[in-house]
């Protein structure tokens, strides 16, 4: 690795270190120091955000989306230094950080595409009507437009695809909105290399550099103050339930409320239907064993719940799935804090009533094994801890007596970003009644796949009533999480020399 972090925030173009720091955590090679975050850089990058505002919310498409490219180039150019800082900091396979740089470079190139085509604007027109009768129509515009600075916190288990040029950074200043954001302290060095690379683009490009600063991690109030400041208009969001709640309440509470798009917990449950699990019992367990640990099951999408009708099927299902998560040593997790919890939740399930150890395993504190778990309906309907997300590879079967109480478990779901059929063509009388129940409980429901693997594309969902998220019109991923940094407005008899150029452009 020829990269060695220097350990200073970006603020507004200026590298800045502050007195106090913190040393990394890595799973192998060096620790580094970083400066840690504080609330007097908070103000100064909003600042500095809100000044560049008015003209980058009003450039050209053409130059955002150069930008978006630049940055995708930038990281393509320090490729290397970046899967080799990211897998040491978090434990990930080198391979899945070289994917996921894939997919956090294709996405920005996504958007970039995207803005030129300029569908995303919703432009609208109602022509003048002057001789209308009793009153006459006035001329009538819409538009869609950038809502001011947002906020980003980087999220654990995506260092690049959700965290500095992530999801929520491409789709912001693709809109025309400078981006602040939260570094998370799991992986501060992947954070500053790929700031560099945002960096670098942003004077390649001649961009007012404002318009991107990342502050490191390390200390509470920097999140509370960034949510809290007045010039911040949203913020993306992708982490815990509590953490997430806690911020979406502040985001409320704020004198002007905004909106919070977190992405929180999800159990991402899967419904066996009767002649799939017949025909292929085996094939879905061992698919559903490689889904649930690929990554140590640190993704929001992981399909945690198994839902069977109860007798000899199920049984092969679950031995069969026993047998293969037995085969899934220790993987290395993201944070201490993350494999605590895993253990914390795992133990939860374990003393819960009625429910049975299918594989129970133990790792190294920085470590994560898979557990596997069996419960009734009754006990699953009963109890809440067994609807809650697990962060990591557990899962639990729950056995149903029949269809009714296959459905009864859909409709008592709470929100997910997911829910999987399997099913064969015989199921498709009992699949046509799971689906309006799924449609309300879920962002995308899929059919003999599993939800890990999350495409990035116009079409795609990753959000869903809350918990999955707090704001269930919106995603995270695709095309259309544009949208929630962008605001309708409409121009009632405005001079077409005043008017904004996207409208006409
Ligand atoms: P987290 O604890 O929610 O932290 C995410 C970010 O939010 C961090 O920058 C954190 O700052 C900040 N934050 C959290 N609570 C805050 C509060 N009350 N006030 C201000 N800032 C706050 O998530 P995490 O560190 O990534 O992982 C912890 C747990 O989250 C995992 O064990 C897992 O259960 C869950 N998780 C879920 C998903 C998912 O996709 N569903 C993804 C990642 C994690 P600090 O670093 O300063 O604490």
């Known amino acids: 690795m020829t990269f060695t972090p220097h350990g200073n925030h970006l603020i507004g173009g200026a590298w800045i270190s502050s007195h106090d720091q913190f040393q990394s ?49 930038e990281i393509d150019l320090r490729g290397d230094d970046i899967t080799a800082i990211g897998s040491a900091e978090t434990g990930l396979p080198e391979a899945r950080l070289q994917g996921e740089r894939g997919r956090t470079t294709g996405q920005l190139r ?13 432009r609208r027109h109602d022509e003048a009507l002057p001789d209308r009768q009793p009153i006459p129509r006035p001329e009538l515009y819409m538009l869609q437009r950038p809502i001011g600075p ?48 945002i960096h670098a683009a942003i ?11 990342l502050i490191q991690g390390g200390r509470r109030d920097v999140g509370t103050a960034l949510v809290q400041h007045p010039l911040i208009k949203a913020v993306g969001f992708t982490g815990s339930l509590a953490g997430g709640r806690a911020l979406f309440d502040l985001c409320a509470a704020r004198p002007e409320p905004i909106p919070f798009f977190g992405e929180l917990g999800s159990v991402n449950p899967m419904f066996l239907l009767p002649n799939a699990l017949a025909e292929r019992a085996s094939d879905i367990a061992k698919g559903w064993a490689a889904s649930l640990t690929m990554g140590a099951g640190q993704f929001c999408t992981n399909p945690g719940l198994a839902i069977v009708v109860a007798g000899t099927d199920a049984d092969a299902f679950c031995d069969a799935a026993t047998q293969a998560l037995r085969e899934v040593g220790p993987q290395a997790m993201l944070t201490d804090g993350i494999a605590s919890a895993y253990r914390g939740g795992a133990q939860a399930v374990a003393n819960a009533k009625n429910v049975d150890e299918l594989v129970r395993t133990e790792a190294d504190p920085r470590y994560a094994s898979p557990n596997l778990f069996s419960t009734t309906a009754k006990e699953f309907l ?30 008592h779901l709470q929100g997910q970003l997911t829910c999987t059929l399997h099913m064969s063509k015989a199921d498709s009388s009992i699949a046509s009644d799971l689906m309006p129940i799924l449609e309300r409980k879920a962002g995308r429901i899929l059919a003999n796949g599993f939800p890990t693997g999350v495409e990035v594309s116009d079409t795609m969902v990753h959000g869903g009533p809350y918990p999955a998220s707090t704001n269930f019109g919106a995603t995270s991923v695709g095309t259309l999480s544009i949208r929630r940094f962008l605001r309708p407005v409409c121009y009632q008899n405005i001079p077409s020399d005043i008017l904004p150029e996207d409208l006409t452009a």
Not at 46 to 68: K, N, Y
Not at 203 to 213: A, E, L, M
């Open 25 to 73: 955590a890595p799973t192998h090679g060096e620790a580094h120091r970083f400066s840690v975050g504080t609330v007097d850089l908070v103000d100064q990058a909003v600042d500095l955000a809100e000044a560049a505002f008015g003209t980058f919310s009003s450039s050209s498409r053409q130059s955002r989306a150069d930008l978006l490219i630049a940055i995708a180039e």
């Open 110 to 122: 996504l958007f970039a595409q995207h803005i030129v085509d300029g569908d995303y604007l919703d």
């Open 150 to 197: 947002v906020a980003v916190f980087g999220a654990s288990n995506f260092p690049l695809a959700f965290s500095v040029s992530g999801g929520d950074t491409a789709a912001a200043l693709a809109a025309g909105c400078p981006v602040v954001v939260k570094g998370h302290s799991a992986h501060p060095g992947t954070s500053e290399i790929v700031a560099e690379a």
């Open 203 to 213: 004077n390649r490009c001649d961009v007012d550099p404002g318009i991107f600063s």
């Open 382 to 411: 009963a109890n809440d801890v067994l609807g809650e997300e697990v962060f990591g590879p557990l899962g639990l079967v729950v056995h149903v007596s029949g269809i009714a109480e296959m459905l009864t478990c859909a409709r």
